[in-house]
């Protein structure tokens, strides 16, 4: 034993090591290194030369070997013995394979995905719209029991109002159809105190309002009966503002919290959820942070025929129907009459009721419009499918070969498609989670763009519901287009593909076949959509270009209610107007100013009134009462006489400006100037007023209505007892407007500092132009329009892409015939017409069936349009025109490019 | 896919049948391969680390320190491996007696 040549042998092998990985040999090296020593000793002992030798061979074969499996594992973990799994499910491979597959055709994913994704996006977002506003329960328990109940007096053109307090505490009295009644008033208020003064809309409410919800304080309690009386200083706030004023304080109960300058004592805390009143088309609409108690107060209770104004809802008793509690209102009906007063009732007075269910009740009119939105945005998708159908069914083409050789080599057909269904719900997934942020996105967007009436306006969102729709959607989706190729494959004839490839088999013209047809329903559907888009769109138009009957360019407009606390006397009110006019025309560049108690637009103030010497029964009119140069402030036209102005003072005479629907409707063919009108019944004590002037109809309601009857009254001629109101606080709820020379909005600053001087704690709110006021009365109209006008250019642009993509595929599939009819003589014009008579064709007959189709569909959009008809001529030309211009430009690539084939070329590569 | 069907690499099993009396390290273990498989298996030194390396990783074996003077790590048998062992030594078992009854060898092996 030499231990010197060992040591030398040693030395070599441990070089050698140098070719295993470095923590392998780093980790075994040494032990190595002994065992090659021990290995080496036995053998070199007896035979010297042959023992080391074939060590040494054994040696360096396993260095090798062991350097080929350490790389191999580096490359892929080898598993020695697998651990006990279960099978890998054969729809994970399928999505594994699938999913591979798709990943070699990067370009097709992207194309289809955000095909998808337009369609799944504008379909959640248009649902989560719809959910809020129509399906989505409502924050209260068992809301298909509860029921509105209106007031009418058909006679003086008013169908449908609130409820008067005294009838209310009458019906409470006599029905039995309800468990409970219950009254809610939304009503503005100040809030002072700790902090920024602001305004926050705040609600009275009946004592049995919550209970009838089923909904109670989240801390804290409801009002008692007892606090439903005149004189109860407490409060209920909403969660949100317990968040905001008092920061979630703990001990908020018992709190005082300053209301119009008055102190409240804070007795509860509604849960987040509780949203009320809530929103929808009718009065009492805005959600309010701040719950009094109704509590009437003598003047409401006695004041029959006067104020109404209240929302009235019951909850049905268990057992009894809608139609029972109708009919018994009908029989209260005489009973209620009797307690008016005789001279209302020698009118010829009667009331009507309208019961309806709550939810009916908040939707309202706004139900058609949403629906129709979710069946364009359902026919987007459609369109989308349809598209998308297309490119699978092109891919499949192209993948013939791919799917023949599978079959070929032993693929089950049910394995194929399982393969290409798997391939859809990726897509589909794909799709649907880009959509979904699509669809948050474009609802953050369109959050400001929203009316502010739609019923659930406040509560659009992607939530659980909206999430279980977007999923729900896009499997279904993928569930349409991933079927497609199933309609054009055949066992036999994937065969048949095999030997021939291309488009001239069997299922070649059969897949043809489908894909004109998908084509061909696109740009149908595009047709109803476009011919919709149209409608609602040239309806805008006529909207907005509607004569309003005022200016509403260079105005400014804002809005302020004054505490009754602090304006308590009659006095003080008016001589606070005259200040703020004052202020308000003295500021640079303000040319007139006026404060009213409405604006146009803005909705107005009903009263019932009589025309001296007019044997016609009362009717009712719109009313505004106006300090300073209302008519010139607006642009409001005097027709006849002179407009009201600073002379019209308390102590003069009596004077009112009608205008012109109402001087037609009393005076016609006579002088209305000189005429007298007073408010109430024949029988009534008002004083007379009389008429000095007639003004041009302005659209007060919306822009849509007709202008009705109405009476403008100077500001400073309302009674006293009336201006000292403090229950409805109606002349002490002004709007401030003045005119400038220059850019309104600018003013602002200047005009809230102006205003801030008079009365520091005042908070100003609703700083708009008149322009803005215009544009959001119409913002359901335009949101209807511009969303249907993008379905339309989306499903436009989509039909572009499905008819060039089967054009496309067309070209291409009969390079070789071209090539030949080239060949022979055909001048390219001629191949150019083949495809573009080909394309030309597919979208006559889309537009055909879709001209069909639109004609049934402006059907249903005829109660949404304003001046136009369902059949609009223009809408109907104009459509085709476009359709036609678009295919046009989608088939002319195609046939340049058919145009262009090399006869030679062409046929060589056949 | 020759996983599927449990077998055990022939190293391996033979690593783990010498390691059934007792810890051994590299050289031992080396030797006692050779002796159980013949010549029809030629381990160095480097095929039997590469393989105890991913046997420790499977949680077959495990090293510990011996008293060795020259401070090798000796590897010692877990439960699992034994397990391994004994339903791959069933397995051999099992085609040993269908190879038997089908008359491919004769006599005891």
Redesign the interface.
Known sequence: MEPSTFRWSCAVYRRLLAV?PAD?RG??G???T???R??LAPRAAGRPVRGRLACWR??L???L???R??RL?RRSP?????ERRWPVPALLMDLRYAARALARTPGYVAVTVVILALGIGANTAIFSLVDAALFRPLPVADPDRLVAIYEGIPQVGLPKIGASAPDVLDFEAMQRSFDGLAAFRNREVELSGRGESERVMSARISASLLPLLGVGPAVGRNFTPAEDQPGAAVAIISYGLWQRRFGGAADVLGRKIIVDREPLEIVGVMPAFFRFPLRGPLENNEPADLFVPMAFTPFERQARGMMFNLSLLGRLKPGVTLAAARTEFGLIAPRVEANYPPEIRATGFHLAFTLSPFRDDLTGDARRPLLVLLGAVGLVLLVACANVANLVLSRAAGRAREMGLRVALGASRRRLLQVLVAESAILAGLGGGLGLLLARWSLGAARSFLPANLPGAGDVGLDARVLAFTVGLSLATALVFGFAPLVTTRATQISETLREGGGRTTAGRRRQRVQAGLVVSTVALAVVLLVGAGLLMRSFARLTATDAGFDPNGVLTMSLVLPPQAYDKADRVRAFVAEVHDAMAALPGVATASLSTALPLAGNEHRAFTAEGSDTAPTSTAATWVDGDYFTTFGIHVVRGRPLGAGDSQDAQRVAVVNEALARRYWRGQDPIGKRIKWGIPASQMPWMTVVGVVADVHDASLAAEPAMHVYVPYDQAADAAIEDRVTNFYRTLSVAFRTVSDPAALAPAALGAIRRLDPSLPVTDVRTMRERVSASVAAQRLMASLLAGFAIVALLLAAVGLYGVLALAVAQRRAEIGVRMALGAPRGQVVGLIVKRGMRLTAAGLALGLVAAVGAARLLSSLLYRTTPGDLPTFLAVPLVLALVALAATALPALRASRIDPIQALRSE | MTEDTGALTPAVFHILLALVDGPLHGYAIMQAVERSAGSSLSVGPGTIYGCLQRMEESGFVRAVETADARRRRAYALLPRGRKALETEAGRVARLARIVRAKKLVTGEA
């Not at chain 1, 080898?78 to 697998?82: A, K, T």
């Open positions: 295993l392998f980790r075994f040494d032990d190595m002994e065992d090659f021990e290995m054994r040696a074969a396993d260095l070997a062991t350097r499996d350490q594992a080898r598993v020695i013995v697998p």
